[in-house]
């Protein structure tokens, strides 16, 4: 459950994504001023829009004036659809529509958070989401085919049945074929080098799940302006506060620069 204490200003919303399938979003507001500018962030693979590190790191962006809207992808949290049936590209899907959403009804977001694999969907929804100026990655593996080592031992299993239970983080999902299929596709660089957006690399070097050297990778395939900054003893998810807190500080000052304020 999100802290009581970061609960302070926010409003639940929905949209509607590519496939009629209703998501779950939540917008945090800066307290006491209007935003003078709107981030998107984009939760890790099977989290979902309430973690902790999502809640810690919006809370120093709205208090720099930067509101923040996240949301759950299809089949997580509170939004609908089946976990099962989506894949990589429906993820970019998911995060256009919110891109969408956020230009129709609030403002269009200029900066874009992502945080593991479920945000490297980022750098593809990054050139359809015209109104973003800076991207931020938080622990994020170089390219999406990382996610296969949470299930390797299971993916004969699935390239001959067709689909698998996999356990992840502790809980069981439904894994089909054309999810790994819908993977090869996809390659981190290509992405990087069509980015076109300022970027910001965070990375624990202790990071057990996701490797400092898919931060390099990343850093290095990326074109200027970029910056890096290791986040120390922080683990894969900054589940603590002090961690979590301190990306979101370093994001909120980073990012200034880039931002068009009233």
């Known amino acids: 459950m999100t802290p009581r204490e970061i609960d302070v200003n926010f409003k639940k ?17 800066p307290e006491g001023h209007p935003p003078e500018a709107y981030a998107l962030f984009a939760h890790c693979f099977t989290c979902t829009k309430d973690s902790r590190a999502a809640a810690y790191i919006s809370r ?14 299809t089949g997580l949290g509170e939004s609908s659809g089946e976990f099962a049936e989506t894949t990589f590209t429906s993820n970019v899907s ?30 593809w929804a990054a050139a359809q989401i015209f109104s973003s100026r800076a991207v931020v990655t938080i622990g994020s593996p170089a390219n999406p085919g990382h996610v296969l080592r949470h299930f390797q031992d299971r993916r ?6 067709g689909s698998a239970e996999v356990a992840i983080e502790g809980r ?16 981190g660089e ?16 202790m990071d057990d799940t996701v490797g400092i050297d898919n931060a390099g990778a990343i850093f290095k395939e990326a074109r200027h302006p970029k910056s890096f ?8 998810l900054l589940s603590r506060e002090a961690d979590a807190r301190y990306a979101g500080s370093l994001i909120a000052v980073w990012v200034d620069r880039y931002l068009k304020r009233p």
């Open 13 to 29: 919303l929905t949209f509607t994504n590519q496939n009629d399938h209703v998501l779950g979003g939540r917008l945090d507001l």
């Open 60 to 73: 120093a962006l709205t208090e720099k004036r930067i509101a923040v809207f996240r949301f759950d992808f």
């Open 94 to 123: 998911d995060l256009v529509a919110a891109a969408d959403f956020m230009q129709a009804e609030l403002e269009g977001p200029q900066l874009l958070i992502w945080q593991s694999l479920g945000g490297v969907a980022v750098l």
């Open 156 to 161: 004969e299993e699935i390239e001959t049945r």
């Open 172 to 187: 069981s999902f439904q894994v089909k074929k054309a999810f790994l299929d819908d993977l090869t596709q996809y390659r």
């Open 190 to 205: 290509n992405g990087l080098r069509e980015l076109n957006r300022a970027l910001l690399v965070l990375h624990a070097p």
């Open 229 to 236: 900054v290791a986040l120390h003893d922080a683990d894969h």
